[in-house]
Every structure is written in C-alpha cells, then in structure tokens.
C-alpha cells in the first residue's frame, strides 16, 4: 500500500501536496461567479481562517476573470474547477491559476485532452481528477451496477490513464462519496493501486452537524493509516466553517498544530461552572499557535490524574480550581479568575 509519504510531491502554486508533505486544508468559494467584490472577501476570510488551498467555480468565459482578480487580492493557491469544456481549462491556465479540477474523460475528444495536458504541463499547473458517484462512466456503472468503491477507484484511475498518455504525471486523485464506508473503500483501493497524491472528502456531507461528523467519520480512518494528502470538509454552509472543522479534525489526531483542548464531560464531582469555563477556554485559545495540551477538568480525579500529560490545566474544586502543569499543582485559582489567570500562564509558556 502506498501512503502520503510515497505519493508524488506536486506543486500547487506556493503549497505541496504529497510526497510527506504537510497535509493541506481545502474550501471552495461559494459566491455566485458574477460576484467578484464577494468572491473575493470571501477568499480573505478563508485564508484568514487557516486555508491553505482556495476552489472557485468556473462555469464560463466570464468567469476566467475571477482568476486573475483573486490572486491579485489573495495570497492563496487558486484551483479552477471545470466540467466538460476544455477551453475553459486553457483559458484558466492562461489566466495564472495554479491547478484545475477537470476530469478528462469528460472532454469531447482526445486531442482537447492533450491540449489540456501539454498546456499545464509546460505552465507546471497540476490537474485533479474529481470523481464522484454521479460522474462515473456508463460502462464502469453497468459493470458494477451502482456507484461502489470499486467502481469510483476504477473510474479515477481511467482518467488518470487518459492524461498519463501524454506524459502528464502532476495529478492529484479525489474519489468521494457521500456514503462514507464507500469513500473510505474506495481511497484505499487507490492507495494500493497508485502513487498519485489523494484528496479526502465525504461530499455532500450535509448542513454542518452531521456534515462535520461525517466528515471526521470519513477522514480519520484514513489518515490514521497515513493514505491522503490534502482534504476537503464539505459542509452545506459558510465556508470558513469547513475550514475550521478540517483544522479540528487534524488536530484532533495529531496531524495539526496549535493548541489542543482536552476537558471532561462533567460529573456529580463538579462543583464549579466547567460547561462555561471549557466554552471560554476554547474560544480565548482559537487563535493561539502555541503546540500545547491545556486541561479544562471538573475535580481533582480528573484533573492532575487523568490529565497528567497535559501542558497545563485546571481541575475544578469547591468555587476555585487547582492549576497544574504536567501533572504538578502549581496552585489554587477563584473560580473568577480561571480563564485570566491560564491565559496569562500559557501566554508566559
């Protein structure tokens, strides 16, 4: 099986992808295509918020302007995403973009697609290939007889072939599913079967609740086993949000620095507000990029004890709080005086 540390480095403007390379955080813009003032704002506040990898729509020729208009505003990488019309994929690639999104079998012919892959091989512009379970091929459906792991790995890896032809290596594969045993599946069977860097994603993965937890249900089996790349949260919402949970989801296996907030979920034990403490916690910290562990616990048993191996922390007592570093008590805190009192010690760390 390949992993992330085999996969083929590919150079996305600025980012890499693969080839052990950091994995990277994913979102599209969601304005319209005619709004450029707001696809614009809208890219600000994705690399605000920690985007590494900026999408945007291009369903036609006006649209191309966005490229160069976003890139001027924005210090991102840009991907053009494409169906069916090769021009709008060289006109793209003429407009400086830094990797499109275009599925090759979907071109009319084969010499578009040579003209697609000679053209973004000189320019160094990398191509992914989306595949989803409404995109797969009409014989590879027949075959399989609905849109299986099988059958979404085998449709990738079709077009990856059709690109190859012509000496066009810097792909990168996405096989998504909103059916998250599929997706699973299917990306394994492409980590076996290629050393093509992979996009992760549950698509469609719905509003953002259930699309979050989906999302994590999808990409930590996976990345767990070091297969992916670069990843995407697709949540039917702002798209700031996706970027923030894709950053929660890493972090939350490892895979992403900052701070990591561990807290308990409140027993008969707790004499102290915790619910809030944790809340406040967890937003004064958001922005700080300190690699830290910091413990927001209810009582003494789940303070220093289970919470040893924490940077620092706070176990909760009768209306105050014991703070604690690594598992040694430092001393005890009034409960007002929690949240200032470990902010002002983590800003001192």
Do not use: W
């Amino acid at each position: 099986m390949t992993d992330r540390f085999h996969t083929k480095r590919v150079a996305v403007g600025k980012a890499f992808i693969g080839g052990g390379s950091p994995i990277t955080i994913q979102s599209m813009l969601s304005k319209r295509a005619e709004d450029t003032e707001g696809n614009i704002e809208q890219a600000k506040a994705l690399k605000e918020a920690g985007c590494d990898i900026i999408r945007v729509a291009i369903p036609d020729m006006k649209a191309v302007k966005l490229i160069d208009a976003i890139k001027s505003n924005v210090d991102v990488p840009l991907v053009a995403d494409i169906h069916f019309d090769y021009h709008l994929a060289l006109e793209s690639a003429a407009a400086g973009v830094d990797k499109i999104r275009i599925n090759p079998g979907n071109i009319s012919s084969d010499e578009h697609v040579k003209q697609v892959a000679d053209t973004c091989r000189l320019k160094g512009i990398p191509i992914r290939i989306g595949v989803n379970s409404g995109s797969l091929e009409k014989h590879i459906l027949e075959r399989y007889g609905a849109p299986t792991a099988e059958a979404l790995c085998e449709s990738a890896l079709y077009h990856t072939s059709l690109l190859t032809r012509y000496d066009f290596e810097d792909i990168v594969l996405s096989m998504k599913s909103s059916n998250v045993k599929t997706m699973v599946t299917a990306y394994r069977l492409a980590a076996e079967r290629c050393s093509f860097p992979l996009h992760l994603g549950v698509t469609e993965a719905g509003t953002e609740r259930m699309g979050i937890i989906k999302s994590a249900e999808g990409l930590a089996p996976l990345l767990l086993d070091d297969i992916g790349d670069t990843i995407r949260v697709s949540l039917t919402d702002d798209p700031v949000k996706e970027v923030s949970a894709a950053r929660d989801i890493l972090k939350g296996l490892q895979l992403y620095g900052g701070v990591n907030i561990i807290s308990c979920p409140t027993c008969g034990r707790t004499s102290i507000d915790l619910i809030r403490l944790a809340k406040e916690a967890e937003a004064a910290l958001a922005g700080v990029n300190k690699d830290i562990t910091v413990a927001i616990m209810g009582c003494a048993v789940n303070g220093p004890g289970e919470a040893r191996e924490a940077d620092i922390g706070i176990a909760g007592g009768n209306g105050e709080a014991m703070l604690f570093k690594k598992g040694q008590i430092i001393r005890k805190i009034p409960e007002a005086e929690i949240i200032p009192v470990l902010l002002a010690e983590i800003k001192a760390m």
